[in-house]
């Protein structure tokens, strides 16, 4: 059973304007979350994360975002760059083993 | 980049053999765990590993073992390879401190298929 979702398998905007990446999850213990990026043929490589005390993280162009009575978390690229483009996963940990649990990954294209 | 190898990126097998993906860090890094790829299932924790000889099951753990006896190498074996363990496995490290919210931080990856 997928305790983190990623409802929307791809998405597509133009270079310049905002991605909004979205993420649900069910298990209201998880503590920290966190985005990944990946390219194709390469391992995910971690982009920012967020811990459950906060509801906003900001690190240069991405913004995450956490509503903990949603269950639910964003991520923000403003603006977006054709680099951009990759799939990102998001991830919710229980803390406790360090254990983490991915969703399915949504790619984003950004068109130039 | 965190130091993180994986061997071999590629492999093909034919059903029923036995199979050992090798994951080796330089980061001296006290997590390691091993990950499978699928399309539709995101990345599902294996095993994973909180030091040497010290290791636990995760989500999707049947069929698979895995083994520590150093902190650099972490194996994870497929004792008799089936199609359905075709993947794209990948390995991570994290070093879990005080605060417990640690970064993992993943290798390459190793494409197997199972014929």
């Known amino acids: 059973d997928q305790q983190v979702k990623q409802n929307s398998p791809s998405l597509s905007v133009q270079e310049g304007r905002i991605s909004i990446l979205n993420c649900d999850y069910t298990?209201?213990?998880?503590?920290?979350f966190l985005w990944y990026k990946k390219y194709p043929a390469e391992g995910p490589t971690f982009l920012i994360s967020i811990s459950s005390i906060k509801d906003k993280n900001e690190d240069g162009r991405f913004t995450v975002f956490l509503n903990k009575s949603a269950k639910h978390l964003s991520l923000h690229i403003v603006p977006s760059q054709p680099g951009d483009s990759a799939v990102y996963f998001c991830?919710?940990?229980?803390?406790?083993?360090?254990?983490?649990?991915f969703g399915t990954g949504t790619s984003l294209t950004v068109i130039p | 980049d965190a130091g993180i190898t994986q061997s071999p990126r590629h492999k093909v097998t034919e059903t029923g053999t036995p199979v050992t993906l090798r994951c080796h860090q330089t980061?001296?890094?006290?997590?390691m765990y091993w990950y499978r790829q699928d399309p539709g299932h995101g990345l599902r924790l294996i095993h994973y590993?909180?030091?040497?000889?010290?290791?636990d099951k995760g989500e999707v753990s049947d069929g698979y073992s895995v083994s520590r006896s150093k902190t650099e190498d972490f194996l994870l074996t497929l004792e008799s390879a089936t199609s359905s363990q075709t993947s794209v496995y990948f390995c991570?490290?994290?070093?879990?401190?005080?605060?417990?919210?640690?970064?993992?931080?993943f290798g390459p990856g190793t494409r197997l298929l199972v014929l």
């Open positions: 991570a490290i994290s070093e879990a401190g005080e605060r417990r919210q640690e970064t993992q931080y």
């Open positions: 991830a919710a940990s229980l803390g406790t083993g360090n254990q983490f649990y």
């Open positions: 298990n209201s213990m998880f503590d920290y």
């Open positions: 590993s909180y030091g040497v000889k010290d290791t």
């Open positions: 980061e001296n890094h006290r997590y």
